[in-house]
């Protein structure tokens, strides 16, 4: 249960101005993709009890979309081959696909396969991964920008206007977060 979110909201914003600048480097370093990936994993950890915490983030945020791409799987993904992307999956092709932000949390924070990918010029451009679930299946991609845009309204969202009803017929407690 997360009682004050700011402390939870402040280091998302953090981490969104880190990425920022990793987005806007030349040349990644070794340690720079390791804060990376600690980053991402913290941060859609993060989003997710903030989620699954009531009254912490607006209904308008919490009814956010994200657009992935998905490349199919090729071959079994193992320990000892998941970090051959090029092998596993064909990321000549991909497909479009729109998930609610509690779907790429579970995905990421369970994720099997992981991988930062850099653009052309150096700096990072977002990310590959896929669930022990979903690996022999599929891999899905993320791009940085979204990454950030989610750590930045998650973490700037601040709820103001809280509304409890009850359904007279079931009984079941009604929130509404504005």
Request: glycine share 4%.
């Amino acid at each position: 249960m997360i009682w004050e979110s700011w402390y939870w909201k402040q280091p998302l914003l953090e981490v969104a101005e880190r990425l920022e600048s990793f987005k806007a480097s030349n040349d990644l370093s070794e340690d720079q993709i390791a804060q990376v990936e600690r980053d991402i994993f913290i941060g859609f950890y993060s989003v997710r009890k903030l989620f699954e915490a009531s009254a912490k983030i607006t209904d308008r945020t919490r009814g956010l979309s994200l657009f992935l791409q998905k490349h199919s799987n090729l071959k079994p993904v193992t320990w000892r081959n998941n970090h051959k992307l090029d092998e596993l999956y064909d990321l000549s092709r991909s497909c479009k696909e729109t998930r609610d932000v509690l779907f790429v949390c579970g995905r990421i924070i369970h994720s099997f396969v992981f991988a930062p990918c850099e653009s052309e010029t150096g700096g990072l451009y977002g990310a590959f991964f896929s669930s022990d679930r979903d690996k022999d299946s599929h891999l899905y991609f993320i791009n940085i920008d979204q990454v950030i845009s989610l750590f930045t309204q998650v973490g700037s969202d601040d709820p103001c206007h809280i509304e409890l009803s009850r359904d007279p017929s079931t009984g079941t407690e009604i929130m509404v977060v504005r």
